[in-house]
């Protein structure tokens, strides 16, 4: 049996960065929300577990994900992961996490995962990947990691557009500390529980304390956002620790003007394009 799943990418809608924790960490508080811009995974009988990701190099995080499940009991037969890379690389959406959540969907389908063993895994995994086993809208706190869904918002798109190049998101964390970005406890408790008590898109802040360091790493960012404004956005952001750059519109004419904005866009960042925000049932694993 073939089984493929959407993995979704992510922007971060907001994104308030806190003090080191002991384990050399930052807290956060952030509202990750899944998009249409997804890389489709797909498992398939094989003689030994593989992974193919044509545009990744190095260890894959699905393989991780593989030996991680196999290690803790996992018993299906050996399977070939195919991954449609199309959620720029390193960009800050996600894409590594949402292909090995994609795969902790699918797992469970093919053989039994002993209770726990999801969660405990895609912690450990990423700090991203516990808020993409859901896709949809979400509140991350701690490093990311502790997620709880959030009721959806009102009808909005994005236009998403990609950069050229990647940002290393550990690169991104020195550079904003080097920067003092961070904020303290306080203020970022005070921000944890205006987010609780989020009643529509009206009380989001569109926030994201890593900009300045992911522009102060790649100034160009600067002219994306510039474009992205231009070109009628509401809101114009950096989506997690960049580079992608993302703008956000509302209201039923959303879609419409989402697609305008990325058609204009196009010319000078290519691979710009419409996105809408995606929810469990766009992720759900599929038999053929
Ligand atoms: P995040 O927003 O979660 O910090 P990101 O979107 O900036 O991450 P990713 O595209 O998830 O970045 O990947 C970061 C690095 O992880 C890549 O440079 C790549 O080397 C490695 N990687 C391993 N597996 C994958 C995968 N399946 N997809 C993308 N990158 C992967």
């Known amino acids: 049996m073939k089984l493929t799943a959407s993995a979704p990418g992510k922007v971060n809608l907001c994104l308030f960065l806190g003090p080191v924790r002991s384990d050399g960490r930052h807290e956060l508080v952030t509202v990750f929300e899944s998009v249409s811009l997804a890389d489709e995974v797909s498992l ?16 894959n995080i699905v393989t991780r994900t593989l030996d991680g499940l196999r290690a803790r009991g996992w018993s299906a037969p050996p399977v070939r992961v195919l991954i449609d890379k199309r959620i720029p690389v ?19 389908v093919l053989a039994p995962v002993a209770e726990g063993v999801i969660d405990e895994l895609a912690v450990s995994l990423g700090a991203d990947v516990p808020s993409q086993l859901a896709p949809g809208l979400v509140l991350g706190t701690g490093a990311g990691d502790v997620v709880s869904p959030l009721a959806p918002l009102a009808p909005h798109a994005f236009v998403i557009v990609p950069q050229t190049f990647g940002l290393s998101t550990a690169e991104v964390y020195r550079e904003a500390d080097r920067l003092g970005l961070a904020r303290e406890e306080a203020d970022l408790a ?15 802040p569109f926030v994201n304390d890593l900009e300045p360091a992911a522009m102060s790493l790649r100034p160009e960012i600067g002219g994306a956002l510039e474009a992205v404004r231009e070109a009628g956005a509401e809101h114009a952001m950096v989506s997690g620790s960049g580079p992608t750059v993302f703008g956000l519109f509302h209201g039923s004419e959303a879609p419409a003007l989402a697609e305008a904005a990325a058609a204009r866009l196009a010319e000078r960042y290519p691979g710009a394009r419409p996105a809408a925000p995606v929810s469990e049932e766009f992720a759900a694993p599929r038999g053929s």
């Open 190 to 204: 005070g921000r944890l529980s205006s987010l609780r008590g989020l009643r529509g898109e009206a009380d989001l």
């Open 90 to 108: 390193a960009g800050g959406m996600g894409g590594g996490s949402a292909d090995a959540a994609a795969v902790l969907r699918m797992a469970p």
């Open 44 to 59: 398939a009988p094989a003689p030994a577990d593989q992974v193919r990701c044509a545009g990744v190099s190095g260890v």
